[in-house]
Structure formats: structure tokens, C-alpha cells
């Protein structure tokens, strides 16, 4: 899967969002084994914003950061100490736009399966991981529509070993997928991409 991946991003031209709206990036961290698992979070319930929400290790991007791939290293080291090093960076995915206006931009990276991981409990209550197998199913547990400022955003859901993982986090898995495994899974447009946002 990683050798597949890594030829079809290598010649993918991401979606790119041109509206000046805030900027974060998010790290989809996958682990180089012949079932790659992604890496994710649950965000701490103590958080004001997407409590408890199954997450890639990322945020917003800071005024001192050169670029938005460094934005996605430097959160992952703070979330789940995964040092930028021990990263191969392949691509990037298209941009989408969060409910709070933010331009997501998600990095698909390699790490090794026995990467030692860490939480930061002041963010985050979990880190897991999640066979590529698993979502290439499209086992789905549900399909979400949430109506924001008059759109229409489809949103798949699976559920794992407990967790929920929809929104973002699922389109974003879905889109890799799609692009570096011929996955064909069905996805509804977000209306993001319709046009400019």
C-alpha cells in the first residue's frame, strides 16, 4: 500500500483554496507496514472547541511558522511527540474549510509502526490507530448532512473500536484513499469546492 501511495501522490495536484481565511494544518500520519494504520487522537473533552472529536494530530498555523507542512510537524510534536524527523513527508491533500472558516491543509507522512507516542493531556485524552484496510471497506456507519450557512456538507462517519471518526477527519481519509488506492469509495462534493469559498 505505502509503494502505491507513494507513486499516486507523488503526481497529485491538491485542491487549493484561495480565500484569505485562517490558516491549519493537520499531519495524516501513517505507519509503513504492509496495513498501514493512521494515526489518530481524541481531542480532550476539556477543550472549548470539537471536544472529545477524533482528530489528526494538527492545528492553527502560528505567525512564526515558515510554511503550513511546518505548521502540521510542530503540532504533532506537541500533541503526540512525534518528533519532524522521524517523518517522510509524501504529499499534500486538497484544502477544505472548517465550520469555523478555517483552510485545513492535511500531509500525508510515513512513520514507523513502533513509533513511540505520547498525548498531551492538555489536549488531547487518546491516541490511536486504525488499519487503512478498515476505511478502504467504506463500512460506514452513517452519512452525516449538516447544514452550514446554507450548504449542505456531506459527511461520512465510521466507527472503531468505540470511536466516532466523521467530519474533516473522514472526508480527509476518504479523499487519501480515493487519490493513493484507487479506493472508489463514493463522496458527495463539498460545497467548499464548488467555488471559492
Not at 491549519?24 to 477543550?47: G, Q
Not at 472529536?53 to 511546518?70: I, N, S
Not at 509502526?113 to 505520547?118: A, C, G, S, V, Y
Request: charged letters at 25%; aromatic letters at 6%.
Amino acid at each position: 500500500m505505502i509503494n502505491q501511495l507513494r507513486q499516486r501522490l507523488a503526481i497529485y495536484k491538491p485542491r487549493l483554496i484561495t480565500a484569505r481565511k485562517p490558516q491549519a494544518s493537520v499531519l495524516i500520519a501513517l505507519t509503513n507496514e504492509p496495513d498501514p494504520h493512521v494515526i489518530l487522537t481524541r481531542r480532550s473533552a476539556k477543550l472549548s472547541t470539537h471536544s472529545g472529536e477524533v482528530a489528526f494530530p494538527g492545528g492553527k498555523q502560528d505567525a512564526t511558522d515558515p510554511d503550513l507542512k511546518f505548521t502540521a510537524l510542530r503540532e504533532a510534536e506537541e500533541e503526540v511527540g512525534l518528533l519532524p524527523h522521524r517523518v517522510e513527508i509524501l504529499a499534500q491533500l486538497g484544502q477544505v474549510v472548517s465550520l469555523h472558516q478555517v483552510v485545513v491543509t492535511p500531509w500525508v507522512g510515513i512513520v514507523e509502526p513502533d513509533e513511540q507516542l505520547t498525548a498531551n493531556l492538555d489536549e488531547l485524552d487518546e491516541i490511536f490507530r486504525v488499519p487503512l484496510s478498515f476505511f478502504m471497506q467504506d463500512a460506514r456507519h452513517h452519512t452525516d448532512e449538516i447544514l452550514f450557512k446554507g450548504k449542505t456538507r456531506y459527511v461520512p462517519a465510521y466507527q472503531y473500536d468505540g470511536h466516532i471518526i466523521w467530519g474533516l477527519t473522514a472526508f480527509m481519509l476518504v479523499e487519501l484513499l480515493n487519490v493513493g488506492l484507487d479506493a472508489g469509495i463514493p463522496m458527495k462534493p463539498r460545497p467548499e469546492h464548488e467555488s471559492d469559498c
